[in-house]
């Protein structure tokens, strides 16, 4: 579902290879941004505030014409590549899991979730932010339990990683 | 022949005999049984083709970068690594989820690919290898594999 890669335009432009870029990275990707379509475009980004009030995170601070050049994707898999297969199963599964570790990790998120599939396992990963030191012991319970209940669910090998943050300033890119 | 069998199994439990006469005699051994002989015959690959997609072409150009390591570490011949022209499927829809018609937006998926082409392996090098490249495969990555392998020509063919 993440591995769409949005375009900016339809013009025929998009395709041109970009010659003025000398980073290794953006030379393989043509991307042509058109400042003036920039402009007017709302998606993943949040209104301009005049005091700089909102935080942004390094993810967060890539808005979407960015995504396949400086920002990646959260979900990897081979579906979506020429030939691939389970296109459809593939997204479902991962929309499932996304919904049961937002419902299982409530409120300790302090970034999005990645989902890795490589052979028969599953790698999910994510930052958290406890509330208190007392949630520890409660964290690795959860870990278990969900891993456990997931690999029942999708008949494969599930393995969750978390991080943990002290503070959630720690993680400000931008603010914005 | 049990003879034979006989003597090499006193002289393999003598703690005093060379290698060249242990090797000497389990040759022999085998030349006994013809189908334990044509048994032990590893294949031969002519050629070996491991192509890579994946949605990111700077994982791949790393990915290179290990293989490359990696037939140099174990002395395989990588032949030539080539770069197809990439895939994108596009799909051209509307923007917003219903009416509005000259709002669309087009979203694609691209596909790179990488190809190693190896050359003259062992059947034992290239399941190595290829264990060992498959094992470090990063993810979203796909590997199709296509070897050519070397046969005997069919018995109605030499008669």
Same mark, same amino acid.
């Given at each position: 579902?993440?591995?769409?890669?949005?375009?900016?335009?339809?013009?025929?432009?998009?395709?041109?290879?970009?010659?003025?870029?000398?980073?290794?990275?953006?030379? +393989?990707?043509?991307?042509?941004?058109?400042?003036?379509?920039?402009?007017?475009?709302?998606?993943?980004?949040?209104?301009?505030?005049?005091?700089?009030?909102?935080?942004?995170?390094?993810?967060?601070?890539?808005?979407?014409?960015?995504?396949?050049?400086?920002?990646?994707?959260?979900?990897?898999?081979?579906? +979506?590549?020429?030939?691939?297969?389970?296109?459809?199963?593939?997204?479902?599964?991962?929309?499932?899991?996304?919904?049961?570790?937002?419902?299982?990790?409530?409120?300790?998120?302090?970034?999005e979730i990645l989902i890795k599939r490589k052979f028969n396992t599953i790698n999910i990963s994510f930052l958290a932010?406890?509330?208190?030191?007392?949630?520890?012991?409660?964290?690795?319970?959860?870990?278990?339990?969900?891993?456990?209940?997931?690999?029942?669910?999708?008949?494969?090998?599930?393995?969750?990683?978390?991080?943990?943050?002290?503070?959630? +300033?720690?993680?400000?890119?931008?603010?914005? | 022949? $049990?003879?034979?069998?006989?003597?090499?199994?006193?002289?393999?439990?003598?703690?005093?005999?060379?290698?060249?006469?242990?090797?000497?005699?389990?040759?022999?051994?085998? $030349?006994?049984?013809?189908?334990?002989?044509?048994?032990?015959?590893?294949?031969?690959?002519?050629?070996?083709?491991?192509?890579?997609?994946?949605?990111? $072409?700077?994982?791949?150009?790393? @990915?290179? $970068?290990?293989?490359?390591?990696?037939?140099?570490?174990?002395?395989?011949?990588l032949n030539e690594i080539r770069q197809p022209d990439r895939f994108i499927e596009r799909w051209t829809i509307l923007?917003?989820?219903?009416?509005?018609?000259?709002?669309?937006?087009? @979203?694609?998926?691209?596909?790179?690919?990488?190809?190693?082409?190896?050359?003259?392996?062992?059947?034992?090098?290239?399941?190595?290898?290829l264990e060992y490249i498959q094992r470090n495969l990063p993810e979203g990555v796909a590997m199709h594999v296509h070897?050519?392998?070397?046969?005997?020509?069919?018995?109605?063919?030499?008669?």
């Amino acid at each position: 579902m993440n591995t769409l890669l949005k375009v900016n335009t339809l013009c025929p432009n998009v395709l041109r290879p970009s010659i003025l870029f000398t980073n290794s990275i953006r030379t +393989n990707y043509t991307f042509n941004l058109n400042t003036k379509l920039v402009k007017y475009r709302r998606a993943t980004r949040p209104k301009k505030t005049n005091d700089n009030s909102i935080s942004l995170n390094y993810e967060q601070s890539q808005f979407a014409e960015k995504i396949g050049v400086t920002k990646s994707w959260n979900s990897w898999n081979t579906s +979506n590549l020429l030939e691939g297969k389970r296109q459809a199963e593939t997204s479902a599964d991962d929309l499932l899991i996304r919904k049961f570790i937002y419902g299982t990790f409530h409120g300790m998120f302090a970034s999005e979730i990645l989902i890795k599939r490589k052979f028969n396992t599953i790698n999910i990963s994510f930052l958290a932010k406890l509330p208190n030191y007392s949630y520890i012991h409660k964290t690795y319970f959860l870990v278990g339990y969900a891993e456990e209940l997931l690999s029942c669910l999708l008949k494969c090998v599930v393995k969750i990683n978390v991080q943990t943050i002290y503070h959630k +300033n720690d993680l400000v890119f931008r603010t914005w | 022949m $049990n003879l034979y069998r006989g003597i090499t199994s006193k002289l393999l439990l003598k703690q005093s005999f060379s290698i060249n006469q242990a090797k000497f005699f389990s040759v022999s051994r085998i $030349n006994f049984n013809s189908d334990l002989k044509e048994r032990d015959l590893d294949d031969l690959y002519k050629k070996v083709v491991v192509q890579v997609r994946g949605h990111d $072409n700077a994982v791949l150009e790393s @990915y290179k $970068n290990f293989v490359q390591q990696t037939s140099k570490e174990l002395d395989v011949n990588l032949n030539e690594i080539r770069q197809p022209d990439r895939f994108i499927e596009r799909w051209t829809i509307l923007k917003s989820r219903f009416s509005n018609r000259k709002h669309m937006r087009q @979203y694609e998926m691209r596909t790179h690919f990488r190809e190693f082409e190896f050359k003259h392996l062992t059947g034992s090098t290239c399941d190595t290898l290829l264990e060992y490249i498959q094992r470090n495969l990063p993810e979203g990555v796909a590997m199709h594999v296509h070897k050519t392998k070397i046969t005997q020509l069919p018995e109605h063919f030499n008669n």
